[in-house]
């Protein structure tokens, strides 16, 4: 019996000890352009599904986190009158919803520049972006990425039951990419040249 369990234990080891990669603590790590292009794609996913939900069901769903935050911020919200709850909601929902768009937009655009740095430090993809290597072209080049896909994702949601395209939400989406850009660049910066 012991055996076995031995061997069951021992057997992805083993497998991974064939395929080169040494033991299973020192298993050969993805370059990090491709993790960069993977966590932003997934962000990017992540947007494009948050824009895909129609208007009743994205309303629901922040008009649920803006009820949570009126239930810890406001003193003496559950003893309120409904108007009063309901007025509350209201003044958070808005907050909530355009805090939303800002964050999402930030980690998009710090990602997008995390993504051009690191292809610019890559042997194989060095050659290709060579021009975005100075900090100034990286935030432009990450920035311009940031709002059109924010523009195409207002674009998008014309399509979908119960949701409009806004510029307004556009600016809001732009000045949260270029804070998390340059959020992303300050710290880039302090620890290595862009």
């Known amino acids: 019996m012991v055996g076995l369990v031995r061997n069951l234990v021992s057997a992805p080891r083993l497998a991974l000890l064939r395929m080169g990669h040494g033991t299973i603590g020192r298993m050969k790590s993805l370059p ?50 409904l108007a009063g709850q309901l007025l509350w909601q209201d003044r958070l929902h808005f907050l909530v919803r355009k805090a939303a768009h800002f964050t999402e937009y930030a ?23 060579a021009v975005i290597e100075p900090a100034f072209r990286l935030v432009l080049v990450s920035w311009f990425f940031s709002v059109a896909y924010a523009a195409s994702d207002e674009f998008h949601q014309l399509f979908v039951p119960g949701r409009a395209g806004a510029a307004g939400d556009v600016a809001i989406d732009s000045a949260g990419a270029l804070v998390g850009i340059l959020v992303y660049a300050f710290f880039a910066l302090r620890t290595r040249k862009v």
């Open 107 to 129: 980690v998009l655009g710090a990602l997008a520049a995390n993504l051009l740095r690191q292809a610019s430090r890559d042997p194989k993809w060095a050659s290709r972006v």
């Open 32 to 81: 990090r352009t491709i993790v960069a292009a993977v966590a932003l794609a997934g962000v990017c996913v992540f947007v494009f599904a948050m824009s895909a939900m129609p208007g009743g069901e994205s309303g629901g769903l922040s008009l649920k986190i803006a009820k949570a935050i009126a239930r810890c911020v406001v003193v003496g919200y559950d003893s309120l009158p």
